[in-house]
């Protein structure tokens, strides 16, 4: 037994770690690995689709330990490559899955719903999309091009994480609104199962988004800062 | 009539002497209580306002020149004012407090004067308390429903934007919501705010 043996190692089975905690089912689908992994472990399960069985675990572990937080050598074994890749299936997972998914299951339980309810929501909803999507755009567009070309020893000129560090904002507002609105102010009307369903869904992205933040503040970004200091800034 | 017979006063006043000595005449009078005392106002109203006081005893020179029309603005739930002088303030400055208090009067007309300005006063219970919205702020919450900004909203209701500011924050700790977006949604299932005034 190591010193870290309550933490996921990338020795042990892949399907054990989702008897442990089955909220990593969603970590799934943004690294491309699909159920049905028999008894293999992490690391085979993870060589077979080219995933960096480290960054997974690493992963794995920041969603299902509240206390973990990756060791230095664990940040300096990331290879930022997989990492980056990692993010950006992240986001289009939020997007096309998730938020995709809540907007949905807004429209079916608004159908019958007061007029104006049903477009004020609508309209909440769509500002909150567009939050996202441009937040994640700048990310996509702005930052990760620079950490790749600064990944490649090429050191871009006029940016600096720290710039992202400072500017990276919140998009949690609006959910934590929602979720207010559905407990406390939408009329206590027929959809109650439905609400219910669109809360837990809520709920899990929030925690699922707070997550997200946590790898791009704690691994990210100081990632980056050593590559910029390797490179002189 | 007042039921309740005991008075928080928060005390703001620059002068050390002078506080001190508001507190030693009020001392005796088991209805009255200094709970609290600022050397300034225009930076703690937040303080002061989540202090809920019956009665605030303010120097009125001490308000910043511009807020001094709309001093009542700076602080929650129309708390009565008694302006505390001792140089000469303008008449239309004092128009807004409910009484003055001058540095010469004796310790038995102070106390005359404040017990009076509180026997007028709508008792607190009037006030909503808690988690529901004060008529103001619902005002606020509509003129940010429609997408105006602090300084529209400010001009708008006649009062500062730190009092705008002052009134945000409470809507949202109320409420449960922050985002203009939510408040709109908010203001909408509540009908504060006809959906035609927001497309």
């Not at chain 1, 480290?54 to 290879?79: G, H, V, W």
């Amino acid at each position: 037994m190591t010193k870290n043996s309550s933490f996921f190692t990338s020795g042990m089975k892949l399907a054990d770690l989702i008897h442990l905690d089955y909220k990593l089912l969603l970590l799934l689908p943004r690294f491309g690995l699909n159920l049905g992994f028999r008894d293999q472990t992490a690391e085979e399960c993870c060589a077979r689709v080219g995933v960096s069985s480290q960054l997974f675990i690493m992963i794995c572990n920041i969603y299902a330990f509240e206390n973990y937080s990756p060791r230095k050598e664990e940040i300096d074994q990331t290879e930022i490559d997989q990492l980056l890749a990692y993010l950006r299936h992240s986001h289009s997972y939020y997007l096309d899955d998730r938020i995709q998914r809540i907007q949905d299951q807004l429209k079916i339980m608004s159908a019958n719903s007061d007029l104006a309810h049903q477009k004020i929501l609508n309209r909440f909803f769509e500002e909150y999309k567009n939050e996202v999507i441009n937040h994640f755009e700048y990310e996509e567009k702005t930052v990760f091009p620079y950490i790749q070309s600064i990944g490649v020893g090429k050191k871009a000129t006029g940016y600096e994480i720290e710039i992202f560090e400072q500017n990276h904002s919140n998009i949690d507002d609006k959910l934590s609104d929602l979720k207010n609105i559905f407990i406390k102010y939408w009329p206590a009307d027929s959809s109650q199962k439905e609400r219910t369903a669109i809360l837990f869904n809520i709920f899990s992205l929030e925690e699922d988004l707070r997550k997200h933040t946590f790898i791009e503040d704690k691994v990210l970004i100081p990632l980056v800062q050593k590559l910029e200091q390797n490179y002189g800034k | 009539m007042v039921s309740r017979k005991h008075y928080r006063i928060v005390l703001i006043e620059p002068s050390a002497i002078i506080t001190a000595g508001i507190q030693e005449l009020i001392k005796g009078e088991r209805e009255l209580e200094v709970v609290a005392v600022f050397a300034d106002c225009c930076h703690s109203t937040e303080h002061i306002n989540d202090l809920r006081p019956d009665l605030i005893i303010l120097n009125p020179l001490i308000v910043d020149f511009k807020y001094r029309h709309c001093v009542e603005d700076l602080f929650l739930g129309n708390v009565p004012l008694v302006a505390l002088v001792y140089q000469y303030v303008e008449p239309e400055t004092l128009r807004h407090y409910r009484a003055v208090i001058d540095i010469e009067d004796e310790r038995a007309k102070i106390v005359r004067k404040l017990l009076q300005v509180m026997e007028t006063v709508t008792p607190r219970q009037d006030v909503p308390e808690g988690n529901e919205l004060s008529e103001r702020e619902k005002e606020i919450l509509v003129s940010v429903a429609k997408g105006m900004i602090n300084k529209e909203i400010a001009e708008q209701h006649h009062i500062s934007i730190h009092t705008v500011i002052s009134h945000r924050k409470n809507i949202s700790r109320k409420t449960g919501i922050k985002s203009v977006a939510g408040l709109t949604v908010f203001a909408i299932l509540n009908n504060l705010l006809d959906i035609n005034d927001v497309e």
